[in-house]
């Protein structure tokens, strides 16, 4: 009886030659989601230090309320840092005093766009930044809502006094610390996201003309000089070459060679 084949069992694929391994991810979808999850750690850190930055800034504008409100002034560093207490109806150096709902919804417009961008945050120091700022943003928001006189009217209260210049507080600080961060960073060239974004044009053209990499221009193929004078002896040696006479033809051919010879 004829023997049945066995069938072929599939044989699995070599990683080798394209195949992908079982159970192995395409390298494609491993950078996008460790990216991603960079970034979610990144947003937890500007979530924790605002966190923080309200906690303080509201613990110590409690104390300041219950010690400081109605005493003279607490001298640190002489006249140079001290503590007096006042309540901000403005911003900072007392600057818009009688527009405190337009401040309030400045503020406000400023932590959306905080929220907004922490969705490309890649970079830890920019995290540092937001958090701060958001932070400090959010401390003074909460004393303009919930503070005398009334909702969005709030005064914000400030007890720490530089020498002559403006009296604040702990929220101001760390807005003052985020201005300061965002400036270095934007100096250095890094965005939000973590990369940096001056002189890469011009590096990437750079790299790609010294490593002849696509996109690089062109360099002419350099062809050897020729003479006129071996100009025109290669076309007559190929021509006498090509011309033959009938006794060359024959002894050629040989002995053996039928030869046809036309009689006149």
């Known amino acids: 009886m004829p023997s049945t084949p066995s069938p072929q069992q599939p044989v699995p694929a070599d990683p080798s030659q394209g ?16 990216a ?5 750690r ?15 800034d509201q613990a110590t504008k409690i104390w300041a309320v219950a010690q400081l409100e109605g005493e003279p002034t607490i001298e640190l560093l002489g006249r140079w840092l001290h503590l007096t207490f006042i309540r901000n109806e403005g911003a900072a150096l ?20 905080i929220l907004r961008s922490m969705r490309r945050i890649g970079s830890r120091g920019w995290a540092v930044a937001l958090g701060l700022l958001l932070g400090g943003a959010l401390g003074n928001l909460i004393d303009r809502i919930f503070r005398a006189p009334g909702v969005a009217q709030g005064h914000v209260v400030d007890f720490i006094g530089y020498g002559d210049l403006f009296i604040g507080n702990v929220a101001d600080i760390a807005v003052v610390g985020a201005a300061v961060m965002i400036a270095i960073l934007s100096i250095q060239g890094i965005g ?27 360099v002419p193929d350099e062809k050897p000089d020729v003479k006129p004078e071996e100009k025109d002896e290669v076309p007559s040696a190929a021509a ?25």
């Open 19 to 34: 195949g992908a391994e079982p159970g192995s991810a395409a390298p494609s979808t491993v950078v996008p989601t460790r």
């Open 94 to 113: 007392g600057i818009g005093s009688g527009y405190t709902w337009i401040l309030t919804i400045v503020v406000i417009v400023v932590v959306v766009f």
């Open 36 to 40: 991603a999850a960079t970034s979610r």
């Open 192 to 218: 939000i996201d973590g990369q940096r974004h001056s002189g890469e044009g011009e590096a990437s053209e750079t790299s790609a003309g010294s490593s002849g990499a696509p996109g690089a221009p062109a």
């Open 240 to 264: 006498g070459q090509a011309e033959a006479t009938p006794d060359e033809k024959d002894a050629a051919e040989g002995p053996d060679a039928p030869t046809t010879r036309t009689v006149s």
């Open 42 to 56: 990144l947003v937890l850190w500007v979530g924790v230090l605002a966190a923080l930055v309200i906690l303080v």
